[in-house]
């Protein structure tokens, strides 16, 4: 049996996972609202969120950094292995290069992220609407790439539970019983 993930890892897992799921369900219902100010401040919500997952997914990687993770079972076949660990280090990048993008795009748009309404963050990029529609792209690119990407870690790990029937799923669960 494999050792469990750490409180903090599981945390940040747990944390990120749904701050991830409510930013994209976010940014996908303001996306079509005609202009108001409710859309506004759904536009700011979704900002803020992205800032402080950012955030958050910088003190993922330290502690990720000063922590390994458990090992896979050791009858994981070799390319499972490879693809597991390809696919954890493309979702941090993509974790990393989201809110980066929306900052950016926010930036070129001629909109400064102010996180909570009381931090200014400074514009990454001077105004620029033909970026600012580049990156709107990008962004919508890579949230769809990181949208494909959570489901298929999902699904690997739902694999590992009822047909591997291995402990790869219940190690990041916050209360699972080490000895189911």
Do not use: C
């Not at 990393?96 to 990029?125: C, E, H, N, R, Y």
């Not at 600012?132 to 890579?142: F, N, P, S």
């Amino acid at each position: 049996m494999t050792s469990r993930y750490t409180a903090t890892a599981i945390s940040l897992h747990w944390l990120i996972a749904i701050g991830i799921a409510g930013t994209f369900s976010l940014g996908v219902y303001m996306h079509e609202l005609p202009l108001s100010p409710t859309k506004l401040q759904l536009y700011s919500w979704h900002k803020w969120a992205g800032v402080t997952l950012f955030a958050l997914v910088l003190v993922r990687l330290l502690w990720r950094a000063t922590h390994a993770a458990p090992a896979l079972p050791v009858d994981t076949p070799r390319v499972q292995r490879l693809a597991a660990s390809a696919t954890h280090w493309v979702l941090y990048a993509l974790m990393i290069a989201v809110p980066l993008s929306g900052w950016l795009m926010s930036s070129a748009k001629g909109f400064q992220t102010v996180w909570f309404g009381i931090v200014p963050l400074p514009d990454l990029v001077s105004k620029n609407a033909e970026l600012g529609d580049a990156l709107k792209e990008v962004h919508e690119t890579l949230n769809l790439t990181m949208l494909g990407l959570v489901l298929l870690h999902a699904a690997a790990a739902l694999k590992h539970h009822f047909i591997d029937r291995d402990d790869v799923l219940t190690r990041m669960l916050p209360a699972a019983d080490r000895n189911a």
